[in-house]
């Protein structure tokens, strides 16, 4: 059994910054890719960003060069830096695990 731990989310102005954390338990942690989607109301669930276990790293286009994810092994955790955020941004992130979601956590990006 796998459980994902997202933290860091919360309510931030337009052009601010939050770091997204998720910690993995109950797995082989750094044999797989992690990843970050979200999913706004009424909206599909998308790919913000995902990190292989080599650290081969995929962003949706968009969020290109205004985030950025790395990865802990030792700790477990995924991070996800994101900078400059705008009201699109708005949104439920899920830290992802092959075969498993997080519970989420609310990103706000509102002035």
């Known amino acids: 059994q796998v459980q994902l731990a997202e933290s860091g989310g919360g309510l931030v102005q337009p052009g601010g910054s939050l770091r997204l954390s998720c910690v993995a338990s109950?797995?082989?942690?750094?044999?797989?890719?992690m990843g970050w989607y979200r999913q706004a109301p009424g909206k599909q669930r998308e790919l913000v960003a995902s990190?292989?276990?080599?650290?081969?790293?995929n962003f949706g286009d968009s969020v290109k060069g205004r985030f950025t994810i790395s990865r802990d092994n030792a700790k477990n955790t995924v991070y996800l830096q994101m900078n400059s955020l705008k009201p699109e941004d708005t949104a439920v992130y899920f830290c992802?695990?092959?075969?498993?979601w997080g519970q989420g956590t609310q990103v706000t990006v509102s002035s």
């Open positions: 992802s695990y092959p075969g498993y």
């Open positions: 109950g797995t082989i942690f750094n044999m797989y890719s």
């Open positions: 990190i292989t276990r080599g650290g081969s790293i």
